[in-house]
T-cell receptor, first 114, second 112 residues
């Protein structure tokens, strides 16, 4: 089975711009979660989508949003980028039907905001 | 406030020894605790999961313990090898869905 894929792998943007990141889960997985990883804050949960609905949400401002399509692929969007949004954005997929499932992470998208 | 703490300093050990990593948490009642490994420039890779009603879990050279009274999990790698060098993250699941809260990770370096 192919693993979780994320595109693009690297991105450079300037303050005020917006960005859309994409995640394709493992085939058959219906849950996709997004995380932000920075040296200072570590890995922080952004949100989880399951069957096209947001199931869980972290403590991030409304500039961070996401969606999931009927094929379980997911996108996250960050509007009005700030310097502090520079981070590695990771998505993880799982079956989504049980608690405590193994999360399979993608390689991440490294975003640099100048 | 809720906190998950792992050894912030890197852990250096000699090949063949047992590495022990600690994960302490406060103000959580996790149903599950998971351990992940992360190599530089890569996403975390799942290693082990332990449930709140389990004391210990093993997988090959890995062992995890979970003490809900002490609010602590210990992660052991026996007969460590240089290939075990990585950052190890603990993560709690408390609540529904797959919302994981991660510790800051411990960097392990196994030297020859």
């Amino acid at each position: 089975k192919a693993g979780v894929t994320q595109t693009p792998r690297y991105l450079i943007k300037t303050r005020g711009q917006q960005v859309t990141l994409s995640c394709s889960p493992i085939s058959g997985h219906r849950s996709v979660s997004w995380y932000q990883q920075t040296p200072g804050q570590g890995l922080q949960f952004l949100f989880e989508y399951f069957s096209e609905t947001q199931r869980n949400k972290g403590n991030f401002p409304g500039r961070f949003s996401g969606r999931q399509f009927s094929n379980s692929r997911s996108e996250m969007n960050v509007s009005t980028l700030e310097l502090g949004d520079s981070a590695l954005y990771l998505c993880a997929s799982s079956g989504g039907t049980s608690e405590g499932e193994t999360q399979y992470f993608g390689p991440g998208t490294r975003l640099l905001v100048l | 406030s809720q906190k998950i703490e792992q050894n912030s300093e890197a852990l250096n050990i000699q090949e063949g020894k047992t590495a022990t990593l600690t994960c302490n948490y406060t103000n959580y009642s996790p149903a599950y605790l998971q351990w992940y490994r992360q190599d530089p420039g890569r996403g975390p890779v799942f290693l082990l999961l332990i449930r709140e009603n389990e004391k210990e879990k093993r997988k090959e050279r890995l062992k995890v313990t979970f003490d809900t009274t002490l609010k602590q999990s210990l992660f052991h790698i026996t007969a460590s090898q240089p290939a075990d060098s990585a950052t190890y993250l603990c993560a709690l699941l408390a609540g529904g869905g797959n919302k994981l809260t991660f510790g800051t990770g411990t960097q392990l370096k196994v030297e020859l």
